[in-house]
C-alpha cells in the first residue's frame, strides 16, 4: 500500500509499504531517514522516539498505515533558528552525552518535547522524562548535564553557539 | 494482510463485521510488539485512530463515559480528579512515549491479566461497552474477562468505551515491580473507598488468569470500617484485610516473580493502600 505522510516538513510518499509495517522501518528503510535508531522493537528502549502529530512516540510501535496523512518529525528535522543545530543537540555535544550515539537520536527528541512543556525542568522531571530511553553505555549523568545545560541557553541564542554555526559539525 | 482505515464507527463497526479476524489497533503498544516479533500475523489490522469519537469523553447520565481511544496521557492531564486510582495507575504505565499512544481500551481489548489500568476499574465497578452492527451492550469489568487474554468480546464486537459511576470517595493503586517504569507488574492492586454507600471496590492485577476482584475483603471493610467517626484503623481489619486481600489472588511463578511472593506483596500492598485511602478519608471527609 501507499503512504503519504509530512516528514520533517516534507510531504513525502511510500510505495509497497506491507500493512504490518513499523513508521519506524518506513522512515529508516522506504525514506531513507536513518537517525531514528532500530533496537528492541518493542517500546522499551526509546531510541525510535520520533514525534507524531506534536507527540513523542515509539515509531516501532506505530504501524506505517497509522501514519498517512499525519505529520512526523524525527531528530533530523529538528533544527534551531539559523537552520543549525538545536539547542538539545548543542547541549548533548556540549556535555559529551554522547557515548556510543546509539540512544542520543531518542533522547534528543525526548528532550526537545520536555523542554517544549516545561521550561526549567527539576531533576525528577527529567528522570521522569527519559524514562523510556535506554543508554546502555550507562551516560546518563552527562545526560542530565545536557538537559540542565540545553535548559539554561534560550532556543534563540542557539545561533551564537559555534557547534551550531553553519560549517560547524552536524 | 489487509490494512483497514474506517472514518467513521460505523464503518469500523462493519469492517469489523466483514472480517472479524482483523486485529483492532489504536496506540499500537500491544499490537506491534507482536508484529514485530512475528508472534501474530492476524488477516487484516483495523485501524481505529481515525474514529474522533473514541477518544472523546463525558458525561451519560450518573456515569462518566470514556472513548476507548483515550490514552493513557490524557487519563493523566484530564481525568486525574474524576478517576483518581486510575490515574495513578495510568502513571505507571510504561514511560511518556507509551502514555502517548496506548489507550484503556487496549488494555481491555489485550485482557493480560497485568494490564495496569484493568485494576482501578475492578475497584470502581466500571462497565465496558461493546459495540457491533447488530447493537450494543454493557456490561461489568468483572465480567469481561475469562482468563489470560480471554474475553467475552465476540468476534465482530469492538469495544467502544468504559462507563465508571461517579462516587465520591478516596481511591488507591499501587504496583511491584523492579523499577518504577517500563514495568510490567509483578502484580498490583487498586482500592476504592466509597463512604457516603459505606461499599469498598478492589483490583488485584497480575496474580491471576485474570485481573481479580476480592469480594471477602471488601465486605470485611464495609461492615468494620469506622465510616461514621472516622475514627483510627483498627489495626485488626488492617491486616485481616491484607489476609483476605492475598488469599483472594490466583498467583502463578513466572519470570517476573513467585506465586508466594506475589501473595505476600499483595498483602503488603493490601494494608498500606488502606492507610494511605483512610488517612484521606479522615483528612478530607467523604
Not at chain 2, 465476540?154 to 488507591?172: K, N, T
Request: aromatic residues 4%; glycine residues 12%.
Amino acid at each position: 500500500m501507499r503512504v503519504s505522510c509530512r516528514v520533517n516538513g516534507e510531504q513525502r510518499e511510500a510505495d509497497g509499504v506491507w500493512p504490518g509495517e513499523s513508521l519506524l522501518y518506513l522512515l529508516r528503510e522506504r525514506l531513507g531517514l536513518p537517525g531514528a535508531k532500530n533496537a528492541c522493537e518493542q517500546g522499551e528502549c526509546g531510541s525510535c522516539t520520533v514525534y507524531l502529530d506534536g507527540l513523542p512516540v515509539c515509531a516501532c510501535l506505530v504501524a506505517g498505515g497509522q501514519a498517512q496523512g499525519r505529520e512526523v518529525v524525527a531528530v533530523e528535522g529538528l533544527t534551531g533558528p539559523d537552520g543549525g543545530l538545536d539547542r538539545v543537540q548543542h547541549a548533548f555535544l556540549q556535555a559529551g552525552a554522547v557515548q556510543c550515539g546509539f540512544c542520543t537520536p531518542g533522547l534528543i527528541v525526548a528532550v526537545h518535547d520536555l523542554l517544549a512543556r516545561v521550561s526549567t525542568p527539576t531533576d525528577a522531571d527529567i528522570r521522569e522524562a527519559l524514562a523510556g530511553n535506554l543508554c546502555r553505555c550507562t551516560g546518563y549523568e552527562k545526560i542530565m548535564d545536557a538537559v540542565r545545560s540545553a535548559a539554561a541557553m534560550p532556543p534563540s541564542t542557539a545561533a551564537a553557539c559555534p557547534a551550531s554555526r553553519p560549517g560547524g559539525p552536524r | 494482510m489487509d490494512f483497514l482505515s474506517p472514518a467513521t464507527w460505523a464503518e469500523a463497526l462493519a469492517a469489523k463485521a466483514a472480517n472479524p479476524d482483523a486485529l483492532p489497533i489504536a496506540g499500537g503498544t500491544d499490537v506491534m510488539v507482536e508484529l514485530n516479533f512475528d508472534r501474530r500475523r492476524p488477516s487484516a489490522l483495523l485501524d481505529l485512530t481515525r474514529i474522533g469519537e473514541l477518544t472523546e469523553w463525558g458525561t451519560d447520565g450518573d456515569l462518566l463515559r470514556i472513548g476507548s481511544g483515550v490514552t493513557y496521557a490524557r487519563i493523566i492531564t484530564e481525568l486525574a480528579h474524576r478517576l483518581p486510582g486510575l490515574a495513578m495507575a495510568a502513571r505507571t504505565v510504561g514511560s511518556p512515549q507509551i502514555r502517548n499512544r496506548g489507550t484503556v481500551g487496549g488494555n481491555l481489548g489485550s485482557a493480560s491479566p497485568a494490564g495496569d489500568a484493568l485494576p482501578p476499574l475492578l475497584a470502581a465497578g466500571a462497565l465496558v461497552e461493546l459495540a457491533s452492527t447488530r447493537g450494543v451492550r454493557r456490561l461489568p469489568v468483572a465480567e469481561f474477562f475469562t482468563g489470560p487474554k480471554r474475553t467475552v468480546r465476540a468476534p465482530d464486537e469492538l469495544i467502544a468505551a468504559f462507563l465508571v459511576p461517579s462516587h465520591r470517595g478516596p481511591h488507591q493503586f499501587a504496583k511491584i515491580g523492579s523499577r518504577n517504569a517500563m514495568v510490567i507488574a509483578v502484580c498490583s492492586f487498586a482500592l476504592a473507598l466509597r463512604p457516603v454507600t459505606g461499599e469498598v471496590g478492589t483490583g488485584i492485577g497480575s496474580a491471576g488468569p485474570t485481573p481479580l476482584r476480592a469480594a471477602q475483603a471488601e465486605r470485611l471493610l464495609a461492615d468494620e470500617l469506622p465510616w461514621r467517626t472516622a475514627a483510627v484503623l483498627p489495626e485488626a481489619v488492617v491486616g485481616r484485610f491484607g489476609e483476605l486481600v492475598a488469599g483472594a489472588a490466583a498467583p502463578i511463578d513466572d519470570i517476573r516473580g513467585t506465586a508466594a511472593y506475589r501473595r505476600h506483596a499483595l498483602s503488603v500492598l493490601a494494608r498500606r493502600t488502606l492507610r494511605w485511602a483512610w488517612e484521606e478519608y479522615r483528612r478530607e471527609g467523604p
